[in-house]
């Protein structure tokens, strides 16, 4: 029997969609399960992502694969300085410090890309990375293809990383007791900031992925934070595996949603089941959070 050319096709169209959900989610997941930083300016270091991809294609005339380095580098080099020399030192005084500065950076960053960069919406059309490629009767990119393929093997990495390596040892250690941790010898700060800019490198190879795959603007982090925040209270507050269940039945629940109902129907889906999910297991699907 042949499945419906529609199902696969969103079945696909899901699958891809909930991997770039889970590499932005990931790194909110990690630097909220270490550092318990609220990090509500996530969505603007995704659009931060785009916007590199952009300007390496669209005012340098280059292959948007060349932004992945220049993504790493800046977004990498942000993180570790913001955390090391601001959010290091908000972490020791009143509670909600670091939410406060997170908010500032949400509202001040949108700003400054329309200042840069104009209100109006984007995308990266470009002539390698937009091929369509139809196999059966599903139809997709290769820049969606590559997008996933990213995603795949960048979380793998981290997953490496953080379950057979000394470095993941310490994140882990320091997740479930930093003042143990500390006696142990490891640097806490140091760690920190390590995290913090691995999280905002996944969150800027998001936006690669997204600058690739879909339009998007200056003022559309938020959107995105929404999302990530979501994603990673449904799969547990700082539990990684379980943020790439849920990233992977959000992206599928939106394009189902999308194709057999509306699209007015997705985030009202989502808000609602995440509600249901904080009742029912307030520590996420796989009963694994914090």
Do not use: C
């Amino acid at each position: 029997m042949v499945a419906d050319p529609l199902f696969l096709q969103t079945l696909v169209d899901g699958i891809m969609l909930g991997l770039i959900y889970a590499l932005a989610a990931v790194g909110l997941s990690l630097s909220f399960g270490v550092m318990h930083v609220i990090n509500v300016a996530h969505g603007e270091f995704i659009i931060l992502g785009a916007f590199l991809t952009y300007i390496i294609w669209g005012f340098l005339g280059l292959n948007p694969l060349y932004s992945l380095p220049v993504i790493v580098v800046v977004n990498g080099l942000l993180g570790y300085l913001l955390q090391y020399h601001v959010v290091n030192k908000l972490l020791v005084g009143p509670p909600l410090a670091s939410l406060v500065f997170f908010f500032g950076l949400a509202i001040a960053l949108p700003n400054i890309y329309i200042i840069l960069w104009g209100p109006f919406s984007r995308s990266v059309v470009d002539p390698i990375l937009g091929v369509s490629i139809s196999i059966y009767s599903i139809n997709t990119s290769l820049a969606r293809i590559f997008s996933s393929v990213l995603a795949v093997v960048v979380i793998s990495i981290i997953l490496y990383v953080l379950y057979k390596t000394r470095f993941g040892i310490g994140i882990r250690a320091a997740t479930q007791n930093r003042e143990a941790a500390m006696i142990l010898g490891i640097n806490i700060y140091k760690l920190y900031a390590y995290v913090f800019s691995i999280s905002l490198i996944l969150a800027g190879l998001a936006g690669f992925a997204i600058a690739t795959t879909m339009a998007f603007t200056p003022v559309q982090g938020p959107v995105y934070t929404l999302l990530t925040f979501l994603i990673v209270v449904l799969g547990g507050m700082g539990y990684v595996p379980g943020s790439i269940v849920a990233a992977l039945f959000i992206g599928l629940a939106q394009t189902f949603i999308a194709s057999y109902l509306s699209s007015l129907y997705v985030y009202a889906f989502a808000f609602l089941l995440l509600y249901a999910i904080l009742l029912i297991s307030p520590r996420g699907i796989l009963r694994r959070g914090i």
